[in-house]
C-alpha cells in the first residue's frame, strides 16, 4: 500500500547549498591570499555537515554546537567560529559567508525537487518538510513556486525538537493528519532521518551529492515506494 503521507528533509535532499564563482571572490586566509580550491572546499563542508562530533572547541562553543538548530543565535555562533577556524580571518569576510548559507535564496533545489513535490501533491498524499535548521527555510520553497505544494514546515528551531527525537516525527504524522506507519520519511542521512523508522515510517535515503549529479532520486524513491 502507497504511503498516505512522505516526509521530506531539506538540506541534501530536496534543496543543497552550493556556491558559485561569487562565493569565495575577496575572501582571504589569515596572510591576505586568496583561499585556494582545498581551503574552499572545507569551508562548505563545514557550513553543510548536518551531524558529528566537533573537536578543539571549548564548553561554551560544544553547547552551541549541540543546540545550533535550536537557536538561531547560538547557531551563528558556532558557524561563525567555524569559519574563523578555517581560516578566514577578516570579520566582516565570515559575516558575509554566514549570511549566504542563512539565505534561503542560496540554497540551489536538486532537478526533481519541484517535479516530486507536485506529483504527490496531485495525487492527494500529504507533505511535510522536517528539518533540523535555525533559520526560515520557506521562502527557499517560495522562489521554486511549490510551497503551496507543502502541507506542513516542521522546523527544528520553532518546534523544540531535533531529529533524531521521534517527537519531531510523530508532530509532523499529526500535523498532516496520519498515522507514523503510513508515512514515508526521505532523507539523506540514515542516523538521523532513519530514526523515523522508529516510530513506524518507512524511510528511504538518498545521497546528498551535488545537484548536477543527482537528477532523479527523489523520483525514485517515491516511485520504489509505490507512487
Known amino acids: 500500500m502507497s504511503a498516505r503521507a512522505v516526509f521530506f528533509d531539506f538540506s541534501g535532499t530536496l534543496f543543497r547549498l552550493e556556491q558559485d564563482e561569487s562565493w569565495f571572490a575577496g575572501v582571504t586566509d589569515s596572510g591576505g591570499a586568496p583561499l585556494d580550491a582545498e581551503a574552499q572546499a ?23 554546537w549541540e543546540n545550533r538548530d535550536l537557536d538561531p543565535e547560538l547557531h551563528r555562533k558556532i558557524y561563525r567560529e567555524f569559519l574563523r ?3 578566514v580571518a577578516v570579520a566582516e569576510q565570515v559575516d558575509s559567508l554566514y549570511r549566504r548559507l542563512v539565505d ?34 520557506r521562502p527557499a520553497f517560495e522562489r521554486l ?7 506542513e514546515f516542521v522546523l527544528s528551531y520553532l518546534e523544540g525538537v531535533i531529529k533524531p527525537d521521534p517527537k519531531i516525527f510523530l508532530r509532523a504524522a499529526e500535523r498532516v493528519g496520519v498515522e507514523p506507519g503510513d508515512a514515508l520519511m526521505i532523507g539523506d542521512h540514515a ?37
Do not use: K
Open 85 to 87: 577556524r578555517s581560516g
Open 104 to 137: 534561503p535564496g542560496s540554497w540551489t533545489p536538486y532537478p526533481d525537487t519541484a517535479e516530486v513535490l507536485s506529483r504527490l501533491h496531485s495525487d492527494g498524499v500529504r507533505i511535510a518538510v522536517i528539518s533540523n535548521i535555525a533559520f526560515d527555510i
Open 145 to 151: 513556486g511549490v510551497t503551496g505544494l507543502v502541507d
Open 42 to 64: 572545507e569551508l562548505m563542508r563545514r557550513m553543510t555537515a548536518p551531524v558529528g562530533p566537533v573537536v578543539g572547541v571549548d564548553a561554551e562553543h560544544q553547547h552551541a
Open 191 to 227: 542516523d538521523v532521518d532513519g530514526a523515523a523508522a522508529a516510530v513506524g515510517c518507512r524511510v528511504a535515503i538518498v545521497d546528498p551529492a551535488p545537484t548536477s549529479e543527482r537528477p532523479d532520486a527523489l523520483l525514485t524513491a517515491v516511485a520504489e515506494h509505490g507512487f
